[in-house]
């Protein structure tokens, strides 16, 4: 969604600085973007639709050497992606100027409010109001101005404003919405994550909701909503720079999907039973005690995490015997689930910040539940307010379309199925040490998989011009078939479907001839058989089939069109290998249709907005 940065520097080069620190935030997903520098006593506003290179041509002709400013990417929510409604806004005086994320929900009435107090609105967005606000709330102190402006606000915001007549100043405030400070050498940044300002600074603040940020260059004050002095302490992140960057990959989503054998063995580092180190129930947040009485667990999550959970569901049913419920977090949050003082709500979620989750989050913690956040980002809203947290070792994901984070929430929640059993007497210590054996594997085993790459591109090239596909599995790898369809239709653009195997004959089938190519997940399990049953029911309608199958199984052949071989591993983590061939399958389709791989139409990286 929409993208804030702000500097504050002894230099002249802001507009360089917000530039970049957009472009690392491009992955977000915006149809606009604009930047606003202190040039002289005025402030410069500049704001183009379309990608952040129409906005670098309009700033290659201007020369504002500037020390603060702040920038934005735009995601429209209301009103057209047009220049007007592209941010930074101002307010009628054109001294203050906002860039905000989120949604007011109030607006309209705020709105009202300020038009019937004579304020001209120049844009159509809810956002505007929000500097008309702080206007009047202005008496000299721009901070204190935003404080007591966001308490009239409803909804979602981060926010970034400055003052002409404060040159010295850049203000933030978020509730909902992420937003960082950077603690940077000499300079302060404010950014929506990290990777923004990971080139100038690895020291970071994040805030927390309701609060209010005043940075100058060299100092930081941060207030709560009363207004109260708030103690700080900064976050070092681990990443580096060129972990955000496309390392000689012509996409992020490639150089992401190759990164897979890393992040499974990153995740699983310290972590497994005979490694001799702390496991992962230090991590959970959870005494012992209360691990052994769970009950229940809940998996609330949305898109490729949702996948993620259901495939969990296998496993901890499987492992611990614990009854698993999965729900998409926008659907858990208004169904009034039944939940018990025993159960344990477990959010997915790669950025930790997708407001479904979150708002699912609070209603369990409100509810008496214990709370785990499975994240991939540090200081995320869900690493901090879940109980507990398993982090996923993925480093930064930049692709819209989740592929390592994916492979990575998946291998953290083999080990969550693990503890659960352990805790409850259901994992014997012989049958936990070869789990530790086949997880020690699998980094290996996707090596292998994209050793194979080429394979994959071949038989994509036979499929660029097909217009629908269906991915059917069953048993775990029936979230695989789902994950299959969301990779292909998200960046492809490509009508895609994936569907449990048995249920072909209850309706989709109905859709099957020779232009409706069906990939099949064929690996060894108990339930092979009646998927290849089910892919020939498809062949004799004239289907043509891709089919994932394990080395060596010449009983595909006969069945099969194409196949992606993948190697044999034990079935509860065959997701974790079957997916790889199909992610590389859906890359390159898009990539022959041209598609704009990393950065596809009308999404976002991620969703804090409802
Ligand atoms: O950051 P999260 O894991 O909470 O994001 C959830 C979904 O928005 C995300 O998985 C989305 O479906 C991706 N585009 C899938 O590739």
């Known amino acids: 969604m929409c993208g804030i940065v702000g500097c504050i520097t002894n230099g002249t080069e802001a507009p360089e600085i917000l530039l970049k620190g957009l472009k690392r935030l491009e992955y977000r997903g915006y149809d606009s973007a604009g930047i606003a520098v202190l040039n002289g006593a005025d402030i410069r506003t500049i704001r183009e639709v379309g990608k952040l290179c129409q906005l670098e041509t309009a700033l290659a002709d201007l020369d504002l050497p500037s020390a603060v400013g702040l920038g934005h990417t735009r995601w429209a929510t209301h009103g057209r992606p047009t220049e007007v409604n592209a941010h930074p806004h101002r307010d009628a005086s054109g001294k203050i100027v906002v860039v905000h994320n989120g949604i007011i929900e109030n607006f309209r009435q705020l709105r009202d409010e300020l038009e019937k107090e004579g304020v001209t609105f120049t844009s159509e967005t809810d956002s505007e109001i929000i500097a008309h606000l702080i206007a009047r709330f202005y008496e000299g102190d721009l901070a204190e101005a935003v404080r007591l402006a966001t308490r009239r606000l409803r909804g979602a915001w981060a926010i970034g404003a400055m003052h002409a007549d404060h040159p010295e100043i850049l203000v933030g405030a978020r509730k909902d919405c992420p937003l960082v400070v950077g603690l940077g050498d000499d300079e ?5 994550d990290v990777t923004a300002v990971l080139d100038r600074t690895q020291k970071v603040v994040f805030l927390d909701d309701g609060q209010t940020a005043k940075l100058t260059r060299t100092s930081l004050e941060i207030v709560d909503e009363e207004g109260h002095p708030v103690d700080w302490t900064a976050t070092v ?5 060129s972990q955000a960057e496309r390392g000689g990959f012509p996409h992020f989503m490639l150089k992401e999907i190759f990164e897979q054998p890393t992040v499974v063995s990153d995740t699983l580092l310290g972590r497994l ?23 229940r667990v809940h998996i609330i999550a949305c898109g490729t995490s949702w996948h993620a959970g259901h495939v969990a569901k296998f496993l901890v049913e499987r492992i611990a015997r614990i009854p698993v419920d999965v729900d998409y977090a926008s659907e858990f949050r208004y169904r009034e689930p039944v939940l018990g003082e025993h159960d344990l709500v477990v959010a997915v979620s790669q950025s930790g910040e997708t407001a479904d989750t979150i708002a699912a989050l609070r209603m369990a913690k409100a509810a008496g539940c214990r709370t785990l956040g499975i994240c991939n980002v540090i200081g995320s809203t869900i690493h901090r307010e879940a109980d507990g947290s398993l982090m996923t070792h993925a480093g930064p994901e930049i692709g819209v379309a989740s592929t390592k984070a994916f492979t990575g929430q998946l291998t953290a929640l083999v080990l969550l199925a693990l503890e659960l059993g352990r805790m409850n007497g259901r994992l014997s210590q012989e049958e936990d040490a070869r789990w530790s054996d086949r997880l020690r594997a699998l980094p290996g085993q996707i090596e292998l998989c994209l050793k194979r790459a080429d394979d994959v591109h071949e038989v994509a090239l036979k499929y660029v011009s097909a217009q629908d596909f269906l991915f059917i599995g069953r048993g775990i790898n029936y979230p695989i078939a789902l994950e299959g369809a969301l990779k292909l239709k998200e960046i492809s653009y490509i009508h895609a479907e994936g569907y449990p195997a048995g249920e072909m004959k209850h309706g989709p089938i109905a859709l099957v001839d020779s232009r409706m190519p069906i990939v099949a997940l064929c690996t060894h399990s108990n339930v092979r058989e009646k998927v290849i049953t089910n892919v020939e029911e498809a062949r004799v309608r004239d289907a043509r089939v891709i089919v994932v199958a394990n080395d060596g199984d010449d009983e595909v052949q006969p069945i099969a069109d194409d196949i992606l ?16 061939p199909l992610q590389l399958l859906s890359y390159f389709i898009a990539r022959e249709r041209g ?14 907005v409802e």
């Open 188 to 192: 302060m940044l404010l950014a929506s």
């Open 595 to 608: 598609a704009d791989v990393d950065q596809p139409r009308n999404l976002a990286k991620s969703v804090t």
């Open 237 to 241: 992140i681990g990443w580096s720079l």
């Open 273 to 295: 039973e005979d490694d001799g180190e702390h496991g992962v129930l230090a991590d959970l947040g959870m005494s012992a005690d209360e691990l052994t009485t769970v009950g």
């Open 565 to 580: 071989w993948v190697p044999r591993v034990d079935d509860l983590l065959s997701p974790i290998i079957n997916v790889v």
